[in-house]
C-alpha cells in the first residue's frame, strides 16, 4: 500500500508518501506573501497553491524514490478549510486519480490532526482524548477508534489560535502573530498580569471575552504610557499565554475527571506552542496521564498527517468517487 497524499486547506502546500507503514517523505511549501497583509488572503492562496502543488508533488514522489506507477491510492483534504484551496488540491487529486486509474480517498483535516499521533511511537491507546488547537478550531474529542471519534466540546466563539494572532497584532506584533507570542513569553513572568479566563457550559469554551479584556487593557494602559508595550512586551505575552493555556487545560482536566480516560494527546497547529506543551507535561505527570504530544512537523497543517488517516480509510475500504468536491465547513 503507497499512498499519495495531498493537504491545502489553507495556506501550506504539502505532499507526502506513506508505503506500508512507512512515512516516506513530508514536503511543505509555505505561502509568505500573507505576512504583508497580516492575515491569509483567501484568493492569493488559492493561486499560491496553483503554483506550488506540482513542484511539491514531484518533489515528495523523488524524495520517497516512488514512481507514480507505485502508487496504490491518492488522498486529498476535503475540508474543512478555504474553498478555492481545497478546490485545487481536490482537483489535482482527481486528475491524477483518473489518470493512474486508482482509488481517491478524501480525509477530514481535523480527523487527521488527531491521527498525526500514529505517524510514528509512541502511540496513544484507544480510548483516548485529543486536544485540537488551531487557527480555526479548538475541540475535544473523544478517540474510541481510527474512524471512531466524537466532539464533546468545543469552542463556541472564536478558535484558541486566533485569540493567539488578535493579541500579538493588537500588541503590534507582525503575522503570523501566535509563534511571537511564544517567543516573548519564554522571558516573561506569565502571572504580571491577570485576564478574565471566563467560562461556558460543560466542555465548551469561549475566547471573544479574554480578545476584548486584552484590548481593554493595552488601550488604558498605553493612554497612561505610551511606551507600555514596547517597556513590558515579554510579561504581557506571557500573561497572555498563560491565561489561554490554562483555559484550555481546565476545560481538558474536566474532560478526563469524566470520562475517565487518562490517554491525552494534544493536535492542531498550536499544540507547537512551548507554553501548551509544557504545561500539560507537568500537569500529565501531577494527575498520572498518559500525555502525546506531536513533534513540530505535525503539527502545523502537513500532508503526513492526511497520509495516515488515509491509511485506516484504504484498510477499510472507504474510497470516494470522482463526482466528490471540497466542503469548506466540512463537520467533524
Known amino acids: 500500500m503507497t499512498i499519495l497524499a495531498i493537504e491545502s486547506s489553507c495556506d501550506e502546500t504539502s505532499a507526502a508518501i506513506l508505503s506500508d507503514g512507512q512515512m516516506l517523505s513530508n514536503v511543505i511549501a509555505t505561502q509568505l506573501i500573507h505576512e504583508q497583509y497580516g492575515g491569509v488572503v483567501p484568493e492569493l492562496a488559492s493561486r499560491a497553491h496553483q503554483q506550488h502543488i506540482l513542484p511539491v508533488v514531484e518533489r515528495a514522489l523523488s524524495d520517497a524514490k516512488v514512481a507514480k506507477t507505485d502508487l496504490s491510492a491518492i488522498a486529498f483534504t476535503r475540508g474543512p478549510g478555504l474553498l478555492g484551496s481545497l478546490l485545487v488540491g481536490t482537483s489535482f487529486a482527481k486528475a491524477m486519480a483518473l489518470g493512474l486509474a486508482i482509488p481517491l480517498i478524501e480525509v477530514n483535516h481535523m480527523q487527521a490532526h488527531v491521527l498525526a499521533h500514529f505517524i510514528e511511537d509512541p502511540k496513544p491507546a484507544f480510548p483516548f482524548l485529543c486536544l485540537t488547537v488551531s487557527g480555526g478550531h479548538t475541540q475535544i474529542i473523544r478517540v474510541d477508534g481510527p474512524l471512531d471519534m466524537v466532539v464533546i466540546g468545543q469552542t463556541q466563539d472564536d478558535a484558541v489560535g486566533e485569540a493567539f494572532d488578535k493579541s500579538a497584532k493588537l500588541l503590534g506584533l507582525p503575522y503570523p502573530g501566535g509563534p511571537l507570542i511564544d517567543k516573548y513569553a519564554r522571558d516573561g513572568n506569565p502571572l504580571a498580569y491577570r485576564f478574565p479566563m471566563g467560562d461556558m457550559p460543560e466542555l465548551n469554551f469561549s475566547f471573544s471575552g479574554i480578545k476584548t479584556a486584552i484590548l481593554y487593557f493595552l488601550r488604558d494602559n498605553t493612554k497612561a504610557n505610551p511606551d507600555f508595550i514596547a517597556q513590558h512586551l515579554p510579561d504581557i505575552c506571557a500573561s497572555i499565554q498563560h491565561t489561554l493555556v490554562q483555559m484550555l487545560l481546565t476545560k481538558l482536566k474536566r474532560a478526563a475527571r469524566e470520562t475517565g480516560i487518562r490517554e491525552i494527546a494534544i493536535a492542531g497547529g498550536v499544540s507547537a506552542n512551548s507554553g501548551l506543551r509544557t504545561a500539560l507535561t507537568t500537569l500529565g505527570t501531577e494527575l498520572v496521564w498518559n500525555v502525546y504530544i506531536p513533534r513540530f512537523e505535525y503539527c502545523t497543517d502537513n500532508a503526513a498527517m492526511i ?26
Open 307 to 332: 497520509a495516515i488517516a488515509a491509511r485506516f480509510k484504504y484498510e477499510q475500504g472507504e474510497f470516494t468517487p470522482q463526482t466528490v468536491s471540497p466542503i469548506p465547513r466540512m463537520s467533524f
